[in-house]
């Protein structure tokens, strides 16, 4: 039986709550002249003192040295194993955009590329034309019907597209267009099972009306596809603990995550007083509150250590309008590293506190990675942290007699 | 997906450079005197200052508890899970002669033995009968030719010699003529499948033949074959990590299983000097380096603590010509414990420190096992050093968006 079966078996109903706080790319590196990491640099007296009371630790979202995406990282702090919970590519770029994807659509990411004039990719990117560009592109090539079937097009960033299939009788098991270089012409969209020609055919049909539309539109004068998918039918959060989830979330993927896995997602905005009162506004009628600060991997994914560490001290002046509204537990961690001297995710594990009145506090009494490296919970994968939380919450039966 | 397949997806290639130091049965346990380990007891500052900039923990090569043997201790060190990736040990002996095995070749750890006039084993080694007289006894068995394949016999160490069958259609699937106990006659070789009746009549036939000779060399008047295998088919470092490897090891065992998975296997002595040259001397060539020392283990096999120290020693003397070299990551780690009081290969987790530019270091100041507890790293199986690794070097890509 693997983790989510467990969960199933074992999660009750019961009035406590659980608050998982989610500080996006939490994990840094020390800068080199102070040797202090982002988390470590920040005056956070309040998450200090609640890492006081906790039992903490740190967390690896995948494997030790896989680096997540929004994707992995998040699935793993709602408890569903990364590797085995997939998420397309093209499902992916459509939650980022918060569009509506139906079950039965198939998306695709698709990149705006340039070809020369013998139909080579030169460029995958099309010299990462401005999102406007490709939104006044993307209007032009959305519309189109074949053979019943709707394609959905809107522009996501740069040169970034989402192209959705939207009809009866499609199927993802296509094989993308995109051959991931330059040097070689884009390839046809092939079946890949038996069920999967009319999908193959739509495509390639969509993908060649696409040439003609982009012909004047050097250097965007192509068309990628990759990553044809369906929105995945993962068993809710309602079904596996038994949990009416609530996600508080201001940004477009992390609101569409929170909706793979079931989650009511609660009307609020991007900044932290907003998502406050979001909270505030719905903790009599949910169980379970999953609350995502952007702030802290949009500074790191900008190699911007002083903005990190300025969101972790804004966030840590909220911190006690969260512990006021006395959750049965709360967790306070990252889906991923985000270290600023690097300027994208990190493989590094990252800190975690869980708060409750049967979480056992350890020694650790900063909220930092080297300090959570002596925590009580050790260094564990981040999808056993909802088992946690259930447990602290007095919301799972006994295994076994 | 597994963790080799994990690794075939993210891998990049890059210019970054990564060596691997196993310090092969590194693990120790404490004197019962100074209740200090032989690392623990060791003069080795440059050990020391390497740990303090490192990311350090402890690793299990296989799970808790289990005792590795080198095969099983190095699969797992090159990410291979030794659970998933067995090598038989037929071909384990075989590799550790340096015997150029084939594919096709079935190779078998044979037992001189000693059988009372009953044909039943009274011992299963024949008094450990010296290597000199194991060589004589394989030179007088090698070279019959059975039905068109030729077996090839060499000897090992003491009673253990090697058979190998080569030809056409063989199969490994033949059960063990050993039957592991005194007190029982050598078992006949079975097929276990359709397809290897064909090679336990040859074995069998071998077997009667080797009898024949053997009569007059009491107490060596008897042979038993285990673990007849074949060279494992693995993916090779070059398939799963887009790595050059090279191996720089003077003894054969470990030649052999960096060949397994595909690593050059450079020339080398068996002394440290020559070592470090070979490494500076194919330091241009490669991307990874696997640097095998030796000494430990043989000193800890012997139950000598204290050459076992020495070793130590005389490695940490050697580290800054490593460091001059300026690898992008530095793994320095055992493969398994050695404990000189065990006088054997240890289940004990086994320290591990990690270097590199992004590896965040932890508190950790000094090399050795109790200060590895506290290490960032934690404990964790030794099958995720590689992604580790990897990681560091900035030679993956992000799983999933």
Chains 1, 2 share one sequence.
Not at 26 to 42: F, H, M, Q, R, S
Not at 61 to 74: F, K, Q, R
Not at 77 to 97: C, H, K, M, N, T
Request: aromatic letters at 6%; a negative charge; one cysteine or more.
């Amino acid at each position: 039986m693997d983790q989510i079966g467990l969960m199933r078996q074992l999660s009750l109903k019961t009035e406590t709550k659980i608050v998982m706080v989610v500080l996006d790319g939490l994990g840094g590196l020390p800068d080199p002249i102070t040797n202090k990491t982002e988390l470590e640099t920040a005056n956070i007296p309040n998450l200090n003192a609640l890492a006081a009371k906790s039992i903490c630790g740190l967390s690896n979202p995948v494997l030790p040295g896989i680096t997540p995406g929004s994707g992995p990282g998040h699935l793993a702090l709602f408890g569903y194993d990364p590797l085995q919970y997939v998420i397309g590519r093209g499902v992916l770029e459509a939650l980022g955009i918060d569009f509506d994807l139906r079950p039965g659509d198939v998306a695709s990411r698709g990149n705006l590329c340039t070809l020369d004039t013998q139909g080579i990719i030169t460029d995958r990117r099309a010299g990462r034309i401005s999102t406007d560009k490709s939104r006044v592109i993307a209007s032009q090539l959305n519309g189109l019907e074949i053979d019943g079937v709707q394609v959905i097009v809107e522009a996501v960033k740069d040169h970034r597209i989402v192209v959705v299939f939207r009809g009866e009788g499609l199927s993802d098991a296509v094989s993308d267009s995109d051959p991931q270089r330059v040097g070689l012409a884009p390839q046809p969209v092939t079946a890949i099972n038996g069920s999967s020609n009319r999908m193959a055919q739509i495509a390639n049909r969509f993908i060649a009306h696409a040439s003609k539309v982009l012909t004047n539109h050097h250097p965007a004068n192509g068309l990628l596809l990759r990553g044809f998918s369906r929105k995945p039918d993962f068993p809710s959060f309602k079904e596996v603990y038994n949990l009416d989830a609530c996600a508080i979330a201001g940004y477009p993927m992390y609101r569409g995550l929170a909706k793979v896995v079931g989650m009511s997602v609660v009307k609020t905005g991007t900044t932290l007083t907003e998502e406050i009162q979001s909270l505030r506004d719905n903790f009599n009628s949910y169980d379970f509150f999953f609350f995502h600060v952007k702030g802290t991997d949009a500074a790191g994914e900008d190699g911007d250590f002083s903005r990190k560490v300025s969101v972790l001290e804004n966030f840590d002046q909220f911190l006690p309008a969260i512990i006021e509204l006395k959750p049965d537990v709360l967790i306070v961690t990252g889906d991923h590293s985000t270290p600023a001297i690097l300027g994208g995710h990190g493989w590094q594990s990252v800190p975690v506190l869980v708060q409750g009145k049967y979480c056992r506090p350890d020694s650790v009494s900063v909220f930092s990675e080297n300090a959570c490296v002596g925590g009580g919970l050790g260094n564990i994968p981040a999808c056993h942290l909802m088992p946690v939380a259930m447990a602290n919450a007095l919301k799972l039966e006994k295994f076994g007699a």
